[in-house]
């Protein structure tokens, strides 16, 4: 080799080259790690789901929804919760199939336009969005307007030990009210829209109480 001693492979100049730009490398990495795991790790940390009471089977009528507030995000106050509309299941107009979380029907107020509240309007047995005019039946399912999807649902369940009826975490549904893991506001399930707008992986996923 050019400028190497008899029997070196590797000069000084070169050796004395990697050296420093091997400390370099492992300086560099010494500040930007730690900041990249702590940027990233929100990322992939998927949020715990607690399981609330909202009151006994009794309290909820299979034709009319009640009001509950919820908590969606524990620890910060009234910013974290929410409102469900919750009624019991009833088999002539829910078609999906049933299991043991949907047994009452809790819906979302948030608008899959843009994410407003919806409210539920009794007389017409709708739930309508005050920002862009979004209209939904009493399923949740969209009758008029510019969302792209029906409410999101809540998982129920029956505490069998207290005799409450307790909401758990929340999923989104297609036209069809097949179940996917919770989607944004505005964006579509059905059809391809599944695989564009793949579900983030801090979303909880389905309970297993
Ligand atoms: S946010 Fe509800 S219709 Fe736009």
Redesign the pocket.
């Known amino acids: 080799m050019p400028g190497a001693f008899e029997g070196e492979t590797v000069t000084r100049r070169r050796f004395m080259n990697l050296t420093a730009q091997g400390a370099g490398a492992v300086a560099v990495a010494t500040f930007t790690l730690p900041a990249l795991g702590f940027a990233l790790a929100p990322v992939f940390h998927q949020s715990p789901y607690q399981w609330q009471a909202i009151g006994p089977p009794s309290d909820f009528p299979d034709n009319i929804y009640q009001t509950k507030v919820i908590v969606l995000v524990p620890g910060i106050g009234e910013a974290g919760k929410s409102i469900a509309y919750v009624r019991s299941r009833n088999p002539a107009i829910d078609t999906e199939p049933e299991d043991k979380y949907n047994k009452w029907v809790a819906l979302s107020s948030r608008?899959m336009?843009?994410?407003?509240p919806v409210r539920y309007v009794s007389a017409a047995q709708r739930f309508i969005?005050p920002?862009?005019?979004?209209v939904y039946d009493f399923r949740g399912m969209v009758a008029g307007?510019?969302?792209v999807r029906p409410l999101d649902r809540f998982y129920t369940r029956l505490n069998q030990s207290t005799g409450q009826v307790e909401i758990g975490p929340r999923y989104s549904v297609n036209s069809e009210l097949a179940r996917f893991a919770p989607r944004d506001p505005g964006q579509p399930l059905d059809g391809i829209g599944q695989y564009l707008y793949p579900a983030r992986f801090s979303t909880p996923g389905k309970p297993t109480g």
């Open positions: 608008c336009h843009l994410g407003c969005c920002c862009h005019g979004g307007g510019p969302p």
